[in-house]
C-alpha cells in the first residue's frame, strides 16, 4: 500500500523514526534484534497507520526474524512512542524487513557480470 506523503504526514514519519530509532537503542534490552537500523517510515493520510522499514546487518535471512520480533514489541514499542510524541492519535505501527539494499546489491551484481561488447569485434564476420 502506497500512501502519497504530504508535508504534515512527512515530519510525522521524520518524527516516528527518529523516536522508535531511539526506542530500539535506549529503551529496548533485546539481543535477539541484533542491529536494526530503520530505513523509513510511512504514514496514512489519516495518521492511523504507520509502517516502519528496517534492515539489519544481519542479512536478508535474519529480516524475517526480527521483523517477526519487532511485530511481536510493537505494544511496548507504541507505548514508549506515546510518551515521547504529542500527537492526536498514535498510528498502529507495522514493521517490515525493507530488502531495497540487497536488490540493488544483487542488480548490480548483475550489471557487473555483463561482459561489455569487444570493441575490436565489428561483427563482419
Not at 33 to 60: E, Q
Not at 82 to 110: E, N, W, Y
Amino acid at each position: 500500500m502506497a500512501y502519497q506523503q504530504t508535508e504534515r504526514t512527512r515530519r510525522v514519519s521524520e518524527l516516528i523514526k527518529r523516536e522508535i530509532a531511539d526506542i530500539l537503542m535506549r529503551d529496548m534490552d533485546h539481543a535477539d534484534l541484533g542491529l536494526v537500523s530503520l530505513t523509513g517510515v510511512t504514514v496514512s493520510r489519516d495518521l492511523r497507520n504507520a509502517t516502519v522499514f528496517f534492515t539489519t546487518l544481519d542479512g536478508d535471512d535474519a529480516g524475517d526474524e526480527v521483523g517477526r520480533e519487532l511485530n511481536e514489541l510493537k505494544g511496548f514499542i507504541r507505548k514508549q512512542l506515546g510518551r515521547r510524541v504529542r500527537l492526536k492519535r498514535l498510528p498502529d505501527l507495522t514493521f517490515r524487513f525493507d530488502d531495497s539494499i540487497s536488490r540493488g546489491m544483487a542488480l548490480s551484481r548483475l550489471i557487473d557480470s555483463v561482459k561489455p561488447a569487444d570493441p575490436t569485434d565489428s561483427g563482419n564476420e
